[in-house]
């Protein structure tokens, strides 16, 4: 049966939110420090899917959406070259669960892909045609921002999904 909460209720409970960072998520210390900051709880323990996701009391949502976050454009493009099975694997078993994916890559946008501003030999029009035709066959949502933006970035797309879904009950 569905639950269906008040604005109020809804705006309530999301003060509880808890963030969960996977425990194989090493260099997240300018995210951590973040939520720190701004008073949002958060746990480490290992998610089978993505990077991040999100849990309110005893509920978990992280068979329903996850924050995948690359460093840079060099760790996605060597995941879309060496790692791509993985990869695929990890996208096609997300789509295949009906988890939404976020993909965030830091100090990067579609302007730096276009002109290979970016290590790897893997060229431009393979790399947004690979990201561009994941973003359709996976439901996948890219984001690309600074550093010092994530963790806001991180936590208010999980912030409202999570309020969409418990409008939608």
């Known amino acids: 049966m569905l639950t269906h909460y008040t604005d109020a209720e809804i705006k309530k409970k999301l003060k509880e939110l808890v963030v969960i960072c996977d425990t194989r998520e090493n260099v997240n210390g300018h995210l951590t420090s973040w939520l720190d900051k701004h008073s949002i709880q ?31 454009l060099d760790e996605i493009a060597g995941n879309l070259t060496a790692g791509r099975e993985r990869l695929e694997r990890e996208m096609i078993r997300a789509k295949a669960g009906g988890i939404k994916v976020f993909l965030i890559v830091e100090n990067a946008s579609w302007t ?30 890219i984001i690309f921002c600074k550093p010092s933006e994530t963790a806001q970035i991180l936590y208010s797309t999980l912030y409202y999904w999570v309020r969409d879904r418990l409008k939608r009950g």
């Open 42 to 72: 958060h746990k480490s323990r290992v998610l089978e899917t993505g990077d991040y996701s999100v849990m309110l009391g005893d509920t978990t949502f992280e068979d329903e959406v996850v924050v995948e976050r690359k460093a840079n």
């Open 112 to 141: 730096d892909i276009f002109l290979h501003n970016y290590r790897s030999e893997l060229k431009p029009q393979s790399f947004a045609a690979t990201l561009l035709s994941w973003q359709a066959r996976f439901n996948l949502t």
